[in-house]
């Protein structure tokens, strides 16, 4: 047997999918590198089986299933959405499994069981970084708070953020909510307008985080009053959609598109070279995945899924996002990476 | 002489449109009770008062001397009513046959499960034997089988009857059943409802077909803008100046003088 | 003057089942003509055929020289042919009214609209009354006035009655006939499908008899009146 | 062998279990639509078993045995009382109504965290449907079905579905059949609901919303609605045909859609547009 | 503020009625329950960002472009799903089911193709300007969908009841076989409908996709349900029903969320739409079938 597989469940349909796809661009180019370098194990090959979820719970666990049933992948990475992996999670766990979620950071994934592991931050963990920053530097006082309250993976966002804003001292004004899908938040921006607060704080999925923006400076929401986004307004994207509306919001990340770091920048201008655009923290943190998954495996000098496990948490790794370990909990250990980014021009820089 | 069904000063109007007004009759038991009228005299919507399709704006329908005006349609049915539709409302995907059997519902009572249970569908058995009886009697026998869409016009309306039989009722409401036949055909349902009469089925008829109407009924009432503006039987009713005018025209009434007296 | 419309072979069918199994009809311009049979022979069918409702399986239509097997019904309503279809079919959420304009819709000339529009409300002033009421609440005989109003005001060359007295009181099934009669002065053509049969014999020209979708007699109405067939299978004992 | 046997059985055991449970959904959608209603609300009924199994069994650790029932129980009556005003509306009106119950259910599970655990929905739910169970339900369902649809009762379900008016003056009591009809299906779906939590752990209150209902109407109208048999081969059909197409990877919906155009193009009936037959 | 709460909720309520106007044509016409409707809205804000990226073409030139785009693929889609069931009497459900399984296909072909990353027209494709009066403001994209809104409803309306186009519609709409017998082109005016309905719902794309900024394939999926409630409350096939509902719809979920709850909106907002049918159960201004026993 000369090649390793692994396996991974992605969104790669549907209107979610580019969440997946990002994802599995991560891991491939990672591959691709890990196996030009000579492979794991002494020459075999890493091969990914990345198989669909198309958002749905049920996808996902079938896919997992084939996965491991079928492909007796020793591991899979993923699946995208927090959901999908609360569905995975007692399955492959069950039949041990090593799962790492890339993406998921709502409360609760890992302690699912000894095999679930996750590489993405939780926002538990960013959210105090980027709300400290905020008072310090720019004196909030009173806050606003917006979220996408069906979307569990924005809903434990804002858990974070409450927490934070209350262990630093801020007023909460109000707290909005909205869903994940809407496209008009003027009711809610309205109100917040009346209050008069210094910040408003949001934890969504990048579209209606842009959406929010351009709303707010349309309905002439001041400039003064900054933005705090969430894991979900680390995206380039955001300046993309939402441009000059999107000036002076601060978002806490483990990863930076324009960090300094050799590493790091190989990393950047290799994937806009392969894939024709800017990576995104998925893409990132994917890719940082595969590497450690990689090391992991030429550790444990074999492929078994539980000596896996035992290398995994001996992980000390450093990639395009930084140094890496995981936790007795198997969560990323430190948030020392983390940076808080402010937005100008439609470019993320770091908030000094 | 006992007096089945009352209509007690009943009136119906829709948004101005006085349908009914104040129309009282009785229809005795045991006898065929004949309704004419001009067209939009209010015919149709008297049918749907007394079997319970309407409402009434005001006034009383009465079956056996117990007001049902505020029954729903099938407690009316339960009471022994049956009707046919003037615009046919046939179970269109159904077969013919089943129609029938459908008719049947308020008299079978074998529970679901003993569907399951081989050889215990008697009671559906003899409803099969009884709806094919029907068929027989309506000429419809050799289309039991057929989707009731595919009938003709003729066809379907006598399915109709053989359907609103089917609930073996004590009084049946026909809605110009002779429409759509040919006076042979017509003949042959005037022999078809003297059966039916004989059996002791109470009849109410609405019908153009003057030849008909005077032939088969023992009582008719005459509508005219939703008014009863006679009652008699047929003589009477056939010599009525205002029922010529409004209704027979000077012809018409001539011819059925001549037939009645032939 | 023959080739106003002749049917030669035709053949029409409802999937598997055919109605109509192979029929010639000839009719003259002017002319009334009557088509008898019992329940379920095929008039209504046949009717559906001429008017390019069904497709037809096997032979041919032609009318005013052209061949019109198998056009698209709209192409032979403007060419003249106008159907009263069997059991009323008007568009019940449209008004009176608007039922009508429709029947009109090929006459773009709008005074001769409006003359048309008055003559068909004076021939049934119930219409008039009841111009802006929904037609489904109408009742069923004044349905078929409004049936038959409709496809007067498209001007018709062929007039395709089916059962036109069905459900029509006494008074009024001698105004059809005399509508008939009046719409044959004015040289319309007319097909007509009728259950009474001894009245629509009395005004027809020539006849033909349907039995189970084959034409089993024809010939000019009065001969068939008398025919001893004709009398004991559809004209009854009076 | 059993080795191989028992990788075949990990591999398919949540689509076995799915199709299963879709099975009964599919079962719930043709009971309303017998007696001629179209409902949006078997999601919302299904969303009702699953949270009450899932919090009956997490929160107060009752046996399936009590649960199970439990979850029929709730939705039943939930059925019950908004069956009195939705028996008015017809067709799509009273569809997009029963949409209506499922959209306000769902911002109630969204809002009412302490007890629905919110948006992060309920996770850690034991797995204790087994298939055995579900399929057991399912056949018991379907011969009922069959058997009601034999029978008068379906006869009269049948003349509903084509003319109200005309049923009514058969002397059916057309409310009463129908309220009864979505006091079943409502049940049918609660326990549909409650097995699903109880196979795949976690619940999340957005999976019983418009999507799922409409998947859930689509059972039946693929497999047709002339037999109870019929929507649950649409269910099986549509529940499997996205992972039979796994190796398209990419284009599976693409060709997943295509197959439903096709299917539906040449069998506007269903898959299974055969009747049930009643008189020989 | 409750002015310019009312503004918000007039100009959402006019989207979802400039959504729902295709729709209820489509639906109360032609008589399908079109889920590929959506897809024809995404297609217009398609085809409108790619005429103003790479074309450079004007506003006016992208809305227009991209209905008319819209509609060609409705009449394209209509003619391969659905005349085959027309002519064959299929019915209500089997057209859903079709167009159910075609906009799975649609959707995902065109993110495979597209992908599903929202897009944005360019910042200066119009001027992002707002009118301000004291504190209320509103900006010249949401003046112009709630003007397009109330113009096409008039025309529309027009159309329907005072053309013999609009007869010819209702007629069709009602009884095909009959609409044949008055000498009515079906084929032609079934054509002419699908492309007037994705027209609008290509006009609706571009112009919903201009305000909100957000363009991807799916963007007309998430519109559907409210769509759905706008046509049932407003009434099947009624635009007056449509643009009422819509507004009140609009009005309804910005009042909720500024004066209730936020997370109560959708609830109360459905809930109090769900009562209004309970009162008439035909929609605000949809008849009962006219239908006499
Ligand atoms: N639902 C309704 N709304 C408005 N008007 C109605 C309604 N139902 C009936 N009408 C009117 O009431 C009058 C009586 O109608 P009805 O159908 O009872 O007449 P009819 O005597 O049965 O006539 P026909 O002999 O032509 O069948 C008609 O003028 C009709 O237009
Ligand atoms: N839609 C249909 N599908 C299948 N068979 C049909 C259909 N319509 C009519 N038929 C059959 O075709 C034959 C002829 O029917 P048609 O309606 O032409 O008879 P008709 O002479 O007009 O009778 P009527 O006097 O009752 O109107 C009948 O046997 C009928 O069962
Ligand atoms: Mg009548
Ligand atoms: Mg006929």
């Given at each position: 047997q000369?090649?390793?597989?692994?396996?991974?469940?992605?969104?790669?349909?549907?209107?979610?999918?580019?969440?997946?796809?990002?994802?599995?661009?991560?891991?491939?180019?990672?591959?691709?590198?890990?196996?030009?370098?000579?492979?794991?194990?002494?020459?075999?090959?890493?091969?990914?089986i990345?198989?669909?979820?198309?958002?749905?719970k049920?996808?996902?666990?079938?896919?997992?299933?084939?996965?491991?049933?079928?492909?007796?992948?020793?591991?899979?990475?993923?699946?995208?959405?927090s959901?999908?992996?609360?569905?995975?999670?007692?399955?492959?766990?069950?039949?041990?499994?090593?799962?790492?979620?890339?993406?998921?950071?709502?409360?609760?994934?890992?302690?699912?069981?000894?095999?679930?592991?996750?590489?993405?931050?939780?926002?538990?963990?960013?959210?105090?970084?980027?709300?400290?920053?905020?008072?310090?530097?720019?004196?909030?006082?009173?806050?606003?708070?917006?979220?996408?309250?069906?979307?569990?993976?924005?809903?434990?966002?804002?858990?974070?953020?409450?927490?934070?804003?209350?262990?630093?001292?801020?007023?909460?004004?109000?707290?909005?909510?909205?869903?994940?899908?809407?496209?008009?938040?003027?009711?809610?921006?309205?109100?917040?307008?009346?209050?008069?607060?210094?910040?408003?704080?949001?934890?969504?999925?990048?579209?209606?985080?842009?959406?929010?923006?351009l709303?707010?400076?349309?309905?002439g929401?001041?400039?003064?009053?900054?933005?705090?986004?969430?894991?979900?307004?680390?995206?380039?994207?955001?300046?993309?959609i939402?441009?000059?509306?999107?000036?002076?919001?601060?978002?806490?990340?483990?990863?930076?598109?324009?960090?300094?770091?050799?590493?790091?920048?190989?990393?950047?201008?290799?994937?806009?070279?392969?894939?024709?655009?800017?990576?995104?923290?998925?893409?990132?943190?994917?890719?940082?995945?595969?590497?450690?998954?990689?090391?992991?495996?030429?550790?444990?000098?074999?492929?078994?899924?539980?000596?896996?496990?035992?290398?995994?948490?001996?992980?000390?790794?450093?990639?395009?996002?930084g140094p890496?370990?995981?936790?007795?909990?198997?969560?990323?250990?430190?948030?020392?990476?983390?940076?808080?980014?402010?937005?100008?021009?439609?470019?993320?820089?770091?908030?000094? | 002489?006992?007096?089945?069904?009352?209509?007690?000063?009943?009136?119906?109007?829709?948004?101005?449109?006085?349908?009914?007004?104040?129309?009282?009759?009785?229809v005795?038991?045991?006898?065929?009770?004949?309704?004419?009228?001009?067209?939009?005299?209010?015919?149709?919507?008297?049918?749907?008062?007394?079997?319970?399709?309407?409402?009434?704006?005001?006034?009383?329908?009465?079956?056996?001397?117990?007001?049902?005006?505020?029954?729903?349609?099938?407690?009316?049915?339960?009471?022994?009513?049956?009707?046919?539709?003037q615009?046919?409302?046939?179970?269109?995907?159904?077969?013919?046959?089943?129609?029938?059997?459908?008719?049947?519902?308020?008299?079978?009572?074998?529970?679901?499960?003993?569907?399951?249970?081989?050889?215990?569908?008697?009671?559906?058995?003899?409803?099969?034997?009884?709806?094919?009886?029907?068929?027989?009697?309506?000429?419809?026998?050799?289309?039991?089988?057929?989707?009731?869409a595919?009938?003709?016009?003729?066809?379907?309306?006598?399915?109709?009857?053989?359907?609103?039989?089917?609930?073996?009722?004590?009084?049946?409401?026909?809605?110009?059943?002779?429409?759509?036949?040919?006076?042979?055909?017509?003949?042959?349902?005037?022999?078809?409802?003297?059966?039916?009469?004989e059996?002791?089925?109470?009849?109410?008829?609405?019908?153009?077909?003057?030849?008909?109407?005077?032939?088969?009924?023992?009582?008719?009432?005459?509508?005219?803008?939703?008014?009863?503006?006679?009652?008699?039987?047929?003589?009477?009713?056939?010599?009525?100046?205002?029922?010529?005018?409004?209704?027979l025209?000077?012809?018409?009434?001539?011819?059925?003088?001549?037939?009645?007296?032939? | 003057?023959?080739?106003?419309?002749?049917?030669?072979?035709?053949?029409?069918?409802?999937?598997?089942?055919?109605?109509?199994?192979?029929?010639?009809?000839?009719?003259?311009?002017?002319?009334?003509?009557?088509?008898?049979?019992?329940?379920?022979?095929?008039?209504?069918?046949?009717?559906r055929?001429?008017?390019?409702l069904?497709?037809?399986?096997?032979?041919?239509?032609?009318?005013?020289?052209?061949d019109?097997?198998?056009?698209?019904?709209?192409?032979?309503?403007?060419?003249?042919?106008?159907?009263?279809?069997?059991?009323?079919?008007?568009?019940?959420?449209?008004?009176?009214?608007?039922?009508?304009?429709?029947?009109?819709?090929?006459?773009?000339?709008?005074?001769?609209f409006?003359?048309?529009?008055?003559?068909?409300?004076?021939?049934?002033p119930?219409?008039?009354?009841?111009?802006?009421?929904?037609?489904?609440?109408?009742?069923?005989?004044?349905?078929?006035?409004?049936?038959?109003?409709?496809?007067?005001?498209?001007?018709?060359?062929?007039?395709?009655?089916?059962?036109?007295?069905?459900?029509l009181?006494?008074?009024?099934?001698?105004?059809?006939?005399?509508?008939?009669?009046?719409?044959?002065?004015?040289?319309?053509?007319?097909?007509?499908?009728?259950?009474?049969?001894?009245?629509?014999?009395?005004?027809?020209?020539?006849?033909?008899?349907?039995?189970?979708?084959?034409?089993?007699?024809?010939?000019?109405?009065?001969?068939?009146?008398?025919?001893?067939?004709?009398?004991?299978?559809?004209?009854?004992?009076? | 062998?059993?080795?191989?046997?028992?990788?075949?059985?990990?591999?398919?055991?949540?689509?076995?279990?799915?199709?299963?449970?879709?099975?009964?959904?599919?079962?719930?959608?043709?009971?309303?639509?017998?007696?001629?209603?179209?409902?949006?609300?078997?999601?919302?009924?299904?969303?009702?078993?699953?949270?009450?199994?899932?919090?009956?069994?997490l929160?107060?650790?009752?046996?399936?045995?009590?649960?199970?029932?439990?979850?029929?129980?709730?939705?039943?009556?939930?059925?019950?009382?908004?069956?009195?005003?939705?028996?008015?509306?017809?067709?799509?009106?009273?569809?997009?109504?029963?949409?209506?119950?499922?959209?306000?259910?769902?911002?109630?599970?969204?809002?009412?965290?302490?007890?629905?655990?919110?948006?992060?929905?309920?996770?850690?739910?034991?797995?204790?449907?087994?298939?055995?169970l579900?399929?057991?339900?399912?056949?018991?369902?379907?011969?009922m079905?069959?058997?009601?649809?034999?029978?008068?009762?379906?006869?009269?379900?049948?003349?509903?579905?084509?003319?109200?008016?005309?049923?009514?003056?058969?002397?059916?009591?057309?409310?009463?059949?129908?309220?009864?009809?979505?006091?079943?299906?409502?049940?049918?779906?609660?326990?549909?609901?409650?097995?699903?939590?109880?196979?795949?752990?976690?619940?999340?209150?957005?999976?019983?919303?418009?999507?799922?209902?409409?998947?859930?109407?689509?059972?039946?109208?693929?497999?047709?609605?002339?037999?109870?048999?019929?929507?649950?081969?649409?269910?099986?059909?549509?529940?499997?045909?996205?992972?039979?197409?796994?190796?398209?990877?990419?284009?599976?919906?693409?060709?997943?859609?295509?197959?439903?155009?096709?299917?539906?193009?040449?069998?506007?009936?269903?898959?299974?547009?055969?009747?049930?037959?009643?008189?020989? | 503020?409750?002015?310019?709460?009312?503004?918000?909720?007039?100009?959402?309520?006019?989207?979802?009625?400039l959504?729902?106007?295709?729709?209820?044509?489509?639906?109360?016409?032609?008589?399908v329950?079109?889920?590929?409707?959506?897809?024809y809205?995404?297609?217009?804000?398609?085809?409108?960002?790619?005429?103003?990226?790479?074309?450079?073409?004007?506003?006016?030139?992208?809305?227009?472009l991209?209905?008319?785009?819209?509609?060609?693929?409705?009449?394209?889609?209509?003619?391969?799903?659905?005349?085959?069931?027309?002519?064959?009497?299929?019915?209500?459900?089997?057209?859903?089911?079709?167009?159910?399984?075609?906009?799975?296909?649609?959707?995902?072909?065109?993110?495979?193709?597209?992908?599903?990353?929202?897009?944005?027209?360019?910042?200066?494709?119009?001027?992002?300007?707002?009118?301000?009066?004291?504190?209320?403001?509103?900006?010249?994209?949401?003046?112009?969908?709630?003007?397009?809104?109330?113009?096409?409803?008039?025309?529309?309306f027009?159309?329907?009841?005072?053309?013999?186009?609009?007869?010819?519609?209702?007629?069709?709409?009602?009884?095909?076989?009959?609409?044949?017998?008055?000498?009515?082109?079906?084929?032609?005016?079934?054509?002419?409908?699908?492309?007037?309905?994705?027209?609008?719902?290509?006009?609706?794309?571009?112009?919903?996709?201009?305000?909100?900024?957000?363009?991807?394939?799916?963007?007309?999926?998430?519109?559907?349900?409210?769509?759905?409630?706008?046509?049932?409350?407003?009434?099947?096939?009624?635009?007056?029903?449509?643009?009422?509902?819509?507004?009140?719809l609009?009005?309804?979920?910005?009042?909720?969320?500024?004066?209730?709850?936020?997370?109560?909106?959708?609830?109360?907002?459905?809930?109090?739409?769900?009562?209004?049918?309970?009162?008439?159960?035909?929609?605000?201004?949809?008849?009962?079938?006219?239908?006499?026993?």
């Amino acid at each position: 047997q000369d090649t390793v597989t692994v396996g991974a469940v992605e969104i790669l349909s549907g209107p979610a999918s580019g969440y997946g796809i990002a994802i599995k661009s991560g891991l491939e180019m990672a591959m691709d590198e890990i196996n030009a370098a000579g492979g794991v194990l002494g020459g075999k090959n890493l091969a990914l089986i990345v198989e669909d979820s198309a958002g749905n719970k049920d996808q996902a666990v079938n896919a997992a299933r084939k996965l491991i049933g079928r492909d007796k992948v020793p591991l899979i990475i993923g699946p995208t959405l927090s959901n999908e992996m609360f569905a995975v999670g007692p399955v492959s766990n069950g039949r041990k499994i090593v799962t790492i979620g890339t993406s998921t950071t709502a409360a609760g994934i890992t302690a699912m069981g000894d095999y679930i592991f996750r590489t993405a931050l939780p926002e538990a963990d960013v959210i105090p970084v980027t709300f400290k920053t905020a008072k310090e530097k720019l004196g909030v006082k009173t806050i606003a708070m917006m979220y996408a309250n069906d979307d569990a993976f924005a809903k434990s966002g804002f858990d974070s953020m409450k927490a934070a804003a209350e262990e630093l001292g801020f007023e909460i004004a109000t707290i909005e909510t909205f869903g994940s899908k809407d496209s008009d938040f003027s009711a809610q921006l309205t109100k917040i307008k009346s209050l008069n607060v210094d910040a408003i704080a949001v934890s969504a999925l990048v579209e209606p985080v842009a959406g929010i923006l351009l709303q707010a400076r349309q309905l002439g929401l001041p400039e003064t009053v900054r933005f705090i986004g969430g894991n979900g307004s680390n995206s380039p994207r955001l300046g993309e959609i939402a441009g000059e509306a999107a000036n002076g919001l601060l978002v806490g990340s483990p990863w930076f598109i324009a960090k300094k770091d050799e590493l790091n920048q190989k990393f950047v201008t290799d994937f806009q070279a392969r894939y024709n655009k800017a990576p995104d923290q998925f893409a990132a943190q994917a890719y940082d995945t595969m590497k450690i998954v990689a090391e992991a495996i030429d550790r444990a000098g074999s492929a078994e899924s539980d000596k896996i496990r035992e290398a995994l948490l001996a992980t000390d790794h450093t990639g395009v996002m930084g140094p890496f370990k995981f936790t007795e909990g198997r969560d990323p250990a430190s948030a020392e990476g983390v940076v808080v980014l402010t937005m100008q021009g439609g470019k993320f820089e770091i908030f000094e | 002489m006992t007096t089945l069904l009352t209509v007690d000063s009943l009136s119906k109007s829709f948004r101005g449109v006085h349908a009914i007004r104040d129309a009282s009759f009785d229809v005795t038991a045991g006898k065929v009770h004949g309704i004419i009228g001009p067209n939009g005299a209010g015919k149709t919507t008297l049918f749907n008062l007394i079997s319970g399709l309407l409402e009434p704006t005001s006034g009383t329908v009465s079956l056996n001397g117990k007001d049902i005006s505020a029954l729903p349609p099938y407690a009316r049915t339960q009471l022994g009513m049956a009707r046919t539709f003037q615009n046919i409302r046939l179970f269109s995907e159904m077969t013919v046959i089943e129609n029938v059997l459908t008719g049947m519902h308020i008299q079978l009572h074998t529970p679901f499960w003993r569907t399951l249970v081989p050889f215990a569908g008697a009671e559906e058995k003899q409803a099969k034997a009884k709806a094919a009886e029907l068929l027989e009697l309506v000429g419809l026998a050799d289309k039991a089988l057929t989707r009731s869409a595919s009938l003709a016009y003729g066809e379907q309306r006598r399915l109709e009857i053989a359907r609103a039989l089917a609930s073996d009722p004590k009084i049946l409401l026909l809605d110009e059943p002779a429409a759509g036949m040919n006076p042979l055909e017509t003949q042959d349902l005037a022999v078809l409802l003297k059966k039916l009469n004989e059996r002791g089925i109470t009849l109410l008829l609405v019908e153009h077909d003057m030849r008909f109407v005077m032939d088969l009924c023992d009582q008719i009432t005459v509508l005219n803008f939703g008014k009863v503006i006679a009652e008699g039987e047929p003589a009477e009713i056939r010599s009525n100046s205002a029922v010529i005018e409004a209704y027979l025209g000077p012809k018409v009434a001539e011819r059925l003088l001549k037939e009645a007296s032939a | 003057m023959s080739d106003f419309l002749s049917v030669s072979g035709l053949r029409l069918s409802y999937g598997r089942t055919e109605a109509v199994k192979g029929i010639d009809l000839e009719v003259r311009q002017g002319a009334v003509v009557c088509l008898i049979g019992a329940n379920g022979a095929g008039k209504t069918t046949t009717m559906r055929g001429l008017s390019g409702l069904l497709k037809t399986a096997a032979g041919s239509i032609r009318f005013c020289g052209e061949d019109i097997t198998n056009a698209p019904a709209h192409k032979i309503a403007r060419m003249g042919i106008r159907q009263v279809p069997e059991g009323r079919q008007v568009f019940a959420e449209m008004t009176v009214d608007e039922n009508l304009s429709l029947g009109g819709l090929q006459v773009g000339d709008s005074a001769d609209f409006r003359r048309r529009r008055e003559a068909v409300l004076d021939r049934f002033p119930r219409l008039r009354e009841r111009l802006t009421q929904h037609a489904g609440y109408l009742s069923g005989g004044e349905q078929q006035m409004l049936a038959l109003g409709r496809a007067l005001m498209g001007g018709p060359k062929l007039l395709l009655l089916d059962e036109p007295s069905m459900g029509l009181a006494p008074l009024f099934v001698e105004e059809i006939f005399k509508i008939v009669a009046d719409l044959r002065q004015d040289g319309t053509t007319i097909l007509l499908v009728e259950q009474n049969a001894q009245a629509a014999l009395e005004i027809a020209d020539h006849a033909y008899v349907l039995e189970s979708g084959r034409i089993t007699l024809e010939g000019p109405a009065a001969e068939v009146v008398n025919d001893p067939r004709v009398i004991a299978a559809y004209l009854g004992d009076h | 062998m059993a080795e191989w046997l028992d990788d075949f059985f990990f591999t398919y055991e949540t689509l076995i279990h799915g199709i299963g449970v879709h099975g009964l959904l599919a079962l719930s959608m043709y009971c309303v639509m017998a007696v001629g209603q179209l409902s949006l609300g078997q999601a919302a009924f299904m969303g009702l078993g699953a949270y009450t199994g899932a919090l009956l069994t997490l929160k107060l650790g009752l046996p399936f045995y009590v649960v199970l029932p439990a979850s029929a129980f709730v939705p039943a009556l939930i059925a019950l009382l908004i069956g009195g005003p939705t028996l008015r509306l017809s067709g799509v009106y009273l569809a997009i109504s029963t949409v209506g119950l499922g959209e306000v259910l769902r911002v109630i599970y969204i809002n009412f965290e302490s007890l629905t655990g919110g948006a992060l929905g309920l996770s850690g739910i034991p797995m204790k449907a087994s298939v055995s169970l579900i399929y057991a339900l399912l056949l018991i369902a379907l011969i009922m079905f069959w058997a009601v649809g034999r029978s008068r009762i379906g006869r009269a379900m049948e003349a509903m579905r084509e003319d109200e008016v005309a049923a009514g003056v058969m002397g059916i009591n057309v409310p009463v059949y129908k309220l009864g009809a979505l006091i079943v299906s409502a049940m049918l779906a609660g326990i549909a609901g409650c097995l699903a939590a109880h196979s795949s752990s976690f619940i999340g209150p957005n999976e019983y919303g418009f999507e799922t209902a409409v998947t859930i109407l689509s059972f039946a109208l693929l497999g047709g609605i002339g037999t109870p048999l019929a929507p649950v081969l649409g269910a099986l059909v549509l529940t499997a045909l996205p992972e039979v197409l796994r190796p398209l990877a990419d284009f599976r919906l693409v060709i997943n859609g295509m197959i439903i155009v096709v299917a539906i193009l040449f069998l506007p009936r269903g898959v299974l547009p055969l009747r049930l037959r009643r008189s020989a | 503020m409750l002015a310019q709460q009312l503004v918000n909720g007039l100009v959402l309520g006019a989207t979802y009625a400039l959504f729902a106007l295709g729709l209820t044509l489509m639906f109360g016409v032609l008589r399908v329950i079109n889920l590929t409707y959506g897809f024809y809205f995404s297609v217009g804000a398609l085809v409108a960002l790619w005429l103003a990226r790479s074309v450079g073409l004007p506003i006016w030139a992208v809305v227009l472009l991209g209905g008319v785009a819209a509609g060609l693929v409705a009449v394209v889609v209509d003619g391969v799903l659905l005349t085959r069931l027309r002519r064959t009497k299929a019915g209500e459900l089997p057209s859903l089911m079709v167009t159910l399984g075609a906009v799975l296909a649609l959707y995902s072909l065109s993110a495979i193709w597209l992908g599903t990353e929202i897009q944005r027209f360019p910042f200066d494709f119009v001027d992002s300007s707002a009118f301000e009066i004291g504190d209320l403001r509103i900006s010249l994209v949401q003046i112009l969908i709630v003007c397009v809104t109330f113009a096409l409803v008039g025309l529309l309306f027009v159309l329907l009841h005072y053309t013999r186009v609009g007869l010819m519609i209702r007629a069709l709409a009602e009884n095909e076989d009959t609409a044949r017998l008055m000498g009515i082109n079906v084929d032609a005016i079934v054509i002419v409908v699908s492309f007037v309905s994705g027209l609008l719902g290509g006009v609706g794309g571009v112009l919903i996709g201009l305000n909100f900024n957000a363009i991807q394939p799916f963007m007309g999926e998430t519109m559907m349900l409210r769509g759905f409630a706008v046509i049932i409350i407003g009434g099947l096939g009624d635009i007056r029903g449509a643009l009422i509902a819509g507004v009140l719809l609009g009005m309804f979920e910005v009042l909720t969320a500024s004066y209730i709850s936020s997370s109560a909106k959708e609830a109360v907002a459905f809930g109090a739409l769900v009562l209004t049918l309970w009162f008439r159960p035909t929609g605000l201004f949809g008849r009962k079938e006219v239908k006499r026993a």
